[in-house]
């Protein structure tokens, strides 16, 4: 069953701004994260999943067919995950 990150923390009763202490990030790039305004590596993901007892898969959709960056391939490389808005 896909879910909506921002759905999942209010199900387990967290506010933004505690779930983002837990996660050690800020406010702003939470809300980023729950409005689809932003990626995250998939160890990101994994954390949030975990903080809102649920599973990757549920919350967040795989971005494939990135465009390689020759100085590294960073974003392609560090599995950037995008989420369910």
Same mark, same amino acid.
């Given at each position: 069953?896909?879910? *909506?990150?921002?759905?999942s &923390?209010?199900?387990?009763? %967290? *506010? ?14 939470l809300s980023?994260?729950?409005? @689809?305004? &932003?990626?995250?590596?998939?160890k990101? @993901?994994?954390?949030?999943a *975990? %903080?809102? +007892?649920s599973?990757? +898969?549920? %919350? ?5 067919y990135m *465009? ?8 392609? &490389?560090?599995?950037? %995950?995008?989420? +369910?808005?």
């Amino acid at each position: 069953m896909v879910k *909506s990150v921002r759905k999942s &923390r209010i199900e387990i009763g %967290l *506010s933004v701004e505690e779930a983002a202490i837990k996660l050690g990030i800020s406010v702003g790039y939470l809300s980023d994260i729950e409005r @689809a305004k &932003r990626s995250v590596t998939a160890k990101r @993901a994994t954390e949030i999943a *975990s %903080l809102y +007892n649920s599973t990757v +898969n549920e %919350l967040f959709i795989p971005v494939r067919y990135m *465009s390689r960056y020759e100085e590294g391939e960073s974003d392609a &490389r560090q599995g950037r %995950l995008s989420c +369910n808005p």
